[in-house]
Structure formats: structure tokens, C-alpha cells
């Protein structure tokens, strides 16, 4: 195969393989895009889903307790009685509601539903959890094979007669109703035989039937009669906690989905075409370019035969014509080399000996082992150069062919030599290495340290400077970081003369660039506060900021409170932060401070989160923390926990002492000298007893 094929091929191949590489990237590029999309599509869909479901449940619950309150003072528990209680109770219970009244064992007692239509909704295992109060059940519910519904419970305790569970009931459509109004899209309800129980459109699920797991979130595009349809589906949990089917919903993505696979379909087929034109190319340019190298090719081979009579041909350009030049000059330097080759032959014997004087002059450089056996080498082949130990004459062919054999001898003795000396000379070579690259990784660490301690030190200016005296409450905090820098942060400031605002948050991992994502943070949250808005305000403009550009998937919990000083009213919101304690310092009384279900920050745009007050008495204090106090572990792997911190905060509380250096103790001494693995942040605000209150 000639060599301008070669090359033709392997450039062509090269080619083939640079263009399908940058195709499959792009494919997996789009692919990986589609899934992204997807993941944030089923994570906002199951949210949405669960604060659905919640609200409707905690209004169940709600009318559930108002209702076991009438069965409570029912005069008696048969059914008539029971059946006439709910029929006349159409002021308390919404319309469409279902209602059971159902015995501890599970019976049911009455129903404004046929019983012959229904089953009891909750089992006895259900009923024996809602009893022993360890939960008030409120949840999805699947009734039969053909309904879903969202259930509250409530226990009605009669003096007379053993409790009475109240359930009541709701169609689950009317979620699946306003989830489809939220989002936009048809939405469904499966079980979990895969079979559709509820939807806002069963023609369209009919017609698309998309086949997703049951017990797992995924995600696929389904192609029908040309349209493409996008499938999400999450498990949806059970009131008593297993999956109880799957929520599934259809959108429509063909113009998006249609639009980006024909811009693929159409860069595979040019990238094709222009690949096919540019190999074609190639080899007509090399055909023509090598044309003068073969030439020169043939004049090579006829001098490695030793023909110095033919001469070379000049043609093509650049390279190629050099080679042709250069052939020219060969062949003229080997017509002088066979003039000079008698005249070399001659000098040859008295450069050799010069040179061994030089060899053993060159040994004495080395180390004394080395020294000795390069020696003992010369000695050797200098006594016996043929191996043979005879003193007989040599023939004529035999004394033509001894400078080459001496040569040979001294090409030997170089080769030992040289193999020694660089042996030596690449010991010594490591050691510098070795040095060079300790003397380079100590002063990195060190430059590394001293940078590491300047974040730290500029992530510790970052903390709030405390606040001037003033009659109404006394406000502290500290943080500790689990490395040199951290994600933790708090802040109070007064926002007007009349208003005190307070944040703790913990931003997800460690290191530099939680640091960063952290002082961003503090920084929106300050600033939008002293704005006036409301904590709620506060945090869903922070929110839609942070998770905008958020492509490390970063996000942080945070608490943030707002104290009308002169009312002692705190209007407050909570993004997925531990709930801050309230101590009553007269009662030695310890609550948790009762917090929405909201999720953190820059997980996603666009939330709303719930603003909560509550009234702050006078000789309150409210604790304020992260996970890193709740979330230490000793070396038993056993977690300081709630209730511990709970008993610490009520004994300081008991004792009147410093709460944040008592529960940092606290924390210091169960550790037990087990590495921490996150920062550790305590903040106490104190109102003071003679705080009175002003309702200006």
C-alpha cells in the first residue's frame, strides 16, 4: 500500500472518529440536558403534590376534631343515633365529604355512604397508632380498587362507651384537579398494579399508556401519532407511610422535543457530507503532492545498492523537493567519501589509542567500585581484543577487518562506561528531584494554610458585631467551624428603632465554597430585610436569586425572624431550618417554636413560604441553632439529638446561665473528642422581664 494511502486512511479514520466522538457527545449532552429537566420537573411536581395533599388533610383533621366533639355529647352510639348526628351536621361538614364513624376494632358504626359501597378506610393497625396518639392519621388513602382519597382522622372519647373514630373523606380528583390548574397538565393517579384510578383526561392517559416504575420517581418521553408526550411519575405515599400508588402527569412537548431533534438529525448528516467532500480532497492533494517523493524513493534505492551513477530527480515543492536536493548531495558527499575512506583508515589507529589513554583518564571520575571495574574491563579487552589468546599472524582479510574490531573494543568499553556514569549520574539526579519537589510541596502547604486562614478570619468579620444596650432584650451568638471555614452563619440587626431582625442558616457542604455561598446569602438576606419587607417577602425574593444561576445545586436552610419590640410580636418564616426553642424562664418550660413545611433555599424559583407569629412574654428567651448541635455524634456514633438539647436548655434555663456556652459545653463534652463533621452555631435572644407591653 503506497504511502500517500496510508496517510489518507488514517487521516480519514481519524476524521470518522473525531465526527461520530463529537455526534454520541452531543447526544449524551442532550440526553443528560433531558434528564436534568426531568429530575426538576418530578421534584417540583411531587412538592406541589405533598403541600396539596397536606393542606387538604390538616382542613380534614380540623373538621374531623370539630365533629368528634358532637359525637362526644351524642346521647347514645347506635347507629340510628350516629347516622341522624351526621345528617344534621351539614353546617360543620363540607359538601362531597365522606364520613365514617368507625369502633376500636375497626367496624363501621355509620356512614352518610352506603356500607355496602365502602370498606373501612383505616385497619386496625392504623387504629391502634390513632389511639395510643403516637399519630393522627391524615393522608392519601386508597378506598377501593376504583377510588383514592385524602383522609383526616380524630377520636371522639365518650364518657359512656368506648371512643368512636371519626374519619372524614375526600375524593382525591379534586387535588388531582388543582394540581392539573398549577401545573398546566393532565394529571393521574396509578396504583400499584399499574392501573389508572383517577386523571384529569383518561382518554389522553388511554392513549399514551406510559409505562413507568411504581414505587420509584422516573421520567420517559413517549412518542404517539407523531407527538411527543413527557411522562413524570413519583410514588405517592400512603397516610401510614408505604406507597400507596403513583402520580403521574402528561405534558405535551412536542414543538421543544420535535425542534432539537431535527437540529440534530440535521448537523449528523452535514457534518457527513462536509467529512465525505474534505476525505475526497485529501487524496486528490496527496496523489499529486507525492509524485515527486516516489520518484526520489527509486533514486534512494538504487544508491543503498550502491549505483552512484544515477542521478535524482527534482520536482514538487517544499519538503518533497528537499528530499530531492538532499538526495543530490548524498550521492556527491559518497563519490568523497570512498576518495577519503584511505586517508580515514590511516588516522583511525592513532585516534584509538589517544582515545583509551582518555578512557582510563575518564574512570577516574567515577566512584571507587565503578572505578575499579571499568578498569578491570579495559584490562580484559585490551590483553585478549579477539577473545582467542593466540599470538599466531593474521591473514590479510583478518588485518583489513581490525580497525572495526577495535572499534568494536572501544565501542564496548564506552558502552560499560557510559552505563555507569549514568547510573550515577541519575542516583544523584533523584536526590536532587526529591529535594526540589519536598522544598515545592512545603511551600505550597504553607501558602495554603495562610490562605485557608485569611478566608477564615475574613468569614469570621462576617458575623454581627454586637448590638448597643438596650432595655428590651439582649441578643448573642458564636459559631463554630468544622474546618477552617464553613457554611454556617448568623445575623441581628435592628432594622428601625422599633424592629429587631434575626437569622440563622446553614448553607449545604463545607469548605470554601459553602463559605462563599454562605456570604452571598447573608448578604441578600440583610439587605432585603432592612427593605421592610416581611420574613416571608424576605425569603422568597432571596430564594428566586439564589436558585436562578444555582448550578452547583447548592441550597440552605434558614431561619429568619422579625421582633416588634414594643408588642414583643415575632413575625418569622422558616425555608427547612431546625426550629428554634422558646425557654420560659418562670416555668422551666422548653417548646419548639412551631415552623410551616417549607423546603430550603435555591432549590427551586418561585415558592411561596409561610409567614407565622407568635407572642414573645416577657423573661422569654428564644434559642436559635443548626444541625450541627443536634447532629454531633460521639464515638459511639450516637447523635446528641432534640431531647438532649432540650434538657440542656431547660437546666440553663433553671440555673440562669449563658445558653450558648452552656449548650456548646454541652455539645464539647459528648463529643468526647470525636471529630466534628459540621459547624456548630447557637444564637439566644432575651426579652427582658421589664419589658412591658406597648401597643403602640
Excluded at 429537566?37 to 374531623?64: C, R, T
Excluded at 457554611?487 to 465554597?513: N, P, W
Aim: hydrophobic share 45%; net charge negative.
Amino acid at each position: 500500500m503506497l504511502l500517500r494511502t496510508r496517510i489518507t486512511l488514517l487521516l480519514s479514520l481519524a476524521l470518522i472518529f473525531m465526527i461520530f466522538a463529537l455526534i454520541g457527545l452531543g447526544f449524551v449532552r442532550a440526553r443528560l440536558s433531558e434528564a436534568q429537566l426531568a429530575d426538576i420537573a418530578i421534584a417540583g411536581q411531587q412538592s406541589l403534590w405533598e403541600s396539596l395533599v397536606s393542606d387538604q388533610a390538616e382542613d380534614l383533621i380540623d373538621m374531623a376534631d370539630r365533629f368528634s366533639f358532637r359525637v362526644t355529647n351524642a346521647p347514645a352510639s347506635d347507629e340510628n343515633t350516629l347516622e341522624a348526628l351526621i345528617d344534621n351536621s351539614a353546617d360543620l361538614l363540607a359538601d362531597g365529604l365522606t364520613v365514617q364513624l368507625l369502633s376500636t376494632g375497626g367496624e363501621i358504626l355509620a356512614s352518610n355512604a352506603p356500607t355496602f359501597r365502602t370498606r373501612p378506610i383505616l385497619g386496625p393497625p392504623a387504629l391502634a397508632r390513632l389511639l395510643d396518639g403516637h399519630q393522627a392519621p391524615g393522608g392519601l388513602r386508597q378506598e377501593t380498587p376504583s377510588r383514592y382519597v385524602v383522609a383526616g382522622a380524630s377520636v371522639a372519647v365518650r364518657r359512656n362507651g368506648p371512643p368512636i373514630v371519626v374519619v372524614l373523606m375526600v375524593d382525591a380528583l379534586s387535588i388531582l384537579t388543582e394540581l392539573s390548574e398549577r401545573l398546566g397538565e393532565p394529571s393521574y393517579l396509578v396504583s400499584l398494579r399499574g392501573r389508572m384510578v383517577a386523571g384529569t383526561d383518561p382518554a389522553l392517559f388511554s392513549l399514551v399508556a406510559p409505562q413507568l416504575p411504581h414505587r420509584t420517581a422516573d421520567a420517559q418521553i413517549i412518542s404517539v401519532d407523531d407527538r411527543l408526550f413527557f411522562a413524570a411519575g413519583v410514588p405517592v405515599p400512603d397516610l401510614m407511610g408505604p406507597p400507596a400508588g403513583q402520580l403521574v402527569t402528561l405534558r405535551d412537548a412536542t414543538d421543544s422535543l420535535s425542534a432539537s431533534r431535527q437540529l440534530e438529525r440535521t448537523g449528523v448528516i452535514g457534518i457527513s457530507v462536509a467529512s465525505l467532500v474534505l476525505i475526497v480532497a485529501l487524496y486528490v492533494f496527496l496523489r499529486r503532492a507525492f509524485a515527486p517523493l516516489e520518484a526520489s524513493i527509486g533514486t534512494l534505492s538504487a544508491l543503498s545498492k550502491g549505483d552512484l551513477n544515477e542521478l535524482p530527480t527534482i520536482g514538487g515543492s517544499g519538503e518533497i523537493r528537499r528530499i530531492g536536493e538532499a538526495l543530490l548531495v548524498f550521492r556527491r558527499n559518497a563519490l568523497r567519501l570512498v576518495e577519503q575512506e584511505e586517508r580515514i583508515a590511516r588516522q583511525r589507529r592513532r585516534q584509538e589509542r589517544v582515545i583509551k589513554r582518555q578512557l582510563e583518564r575518564l574512570a577516574g571520575t567515577l566512584d571507587p567500585e565503578g572505578q575499579e571495574a571499568i578498569q578491570a574491563d579495559l584490562r580484559a579487552i585490551l590483553s585478549d581484543p579477539d577473545g582467542t589468546g593466540s599470538a599466531e599472524p593474521v591473514p590479510a582479510a583478518g588485518q583489513a577487518a581490525r580497525p572495526n574490531e577495535e572499534l568494536a573494543m572501544l565501542t564496548e568499553v564506552l558502552q560499560r562506561m557510559s552505563q555507569r556514569i549514568s547510573a550515577q549520574h541519575r542516583r544523584l539526579t533523584e536526590l536532587i528531584a526529591e529535594l526540589q519537589a519536598a522544598i515545592i510541596t512545603r511551600a505550597r502547604l504553607a501558602g495554603l494554610e495562610q490562605e485557608l486562614e485569611i478566608a477564615r478570619e475574613l468569614q469570621l468579620s462576617f458575623l454581627p458585631k454586637p448590638l448597643p444596650p438596650h432595655p428590651a432584650f439582649t441578643v448573642d451568638g458564636f459559631m463554630e467551624t468544622a474546618k477552617e471555614v464553613g457554611g454556617d452563619f448568623f445575623d441581628y440587626f435592628m432594622i428601625d428603632e422599633r424592629r429587631l431582625g434575626v437569622v440563622v442558616a446553614d448553607v449545604s457542604g463545607k469548605g470554601v465554597a459553602a463559605a462563599l455561598f454562605m456570604a452571598i446569602t447573608r448578604t441578600l438576606i440583610k439587605a432585603t430585610a432592612m427593605t421592610g419587607s416581611s420574613p416571608a417577602e424576605t425569603l422568597k425574593d432571596v430564594n428566586d436569586f439564589l436558585a436562578e444561576d444555582n448550578d452547583q445545586m447548592m441550597f440552605v436552610t434558614l431561619f429568619h425572624g422579625v421582633i416588634d419590640l414594643p408588642t414583643r410580636t415575632m413575625r418569622y418564616a422558616n425555608a427547612g431550618h431546625n426550629p428554634p426553642l422558646l425557654t420560659d424562664l418562670a416555668n422551666g418550660v422548653v417548646t419548639e417554636l412551631p415552623s410551616a413545611r417549607d423546603p430550603a433555599l435555591a432549590v427551586v424559583e418561585g415558592l411561596e413560604f409561610e409567614e407565622m407569629v407568635v407572642q414573645l412574654e416577657p423573661g422569654i428567651r428564644l434559642f436559635m441553632f443548626t444541625d450541627g448541635v443536634t447532629e454531633a455524634f460521639n464515638a459511639g456514633e450516637e447523635a446528641f439529638g432534640d431531647a438532649r438539647l432540650q434538657a440542656v436548655v431547660r437546666a440553663a434555663d433553671e440555673d440562669e446561665a449563658d445558653l450558648n456556652q452552656v449548650v456548646h459545653n454541652a455539645v464539647i463534652a459528648f463529643e468526647g473528642g470525636a471529630e466534628r463533621a459540621d459547624d456548630l452555631t447557637c444564637v439566644t435572644l432575651h426579652i427582658h422581664p421589664s419589658l412591658r407591653n406597648d401597643p403602640s
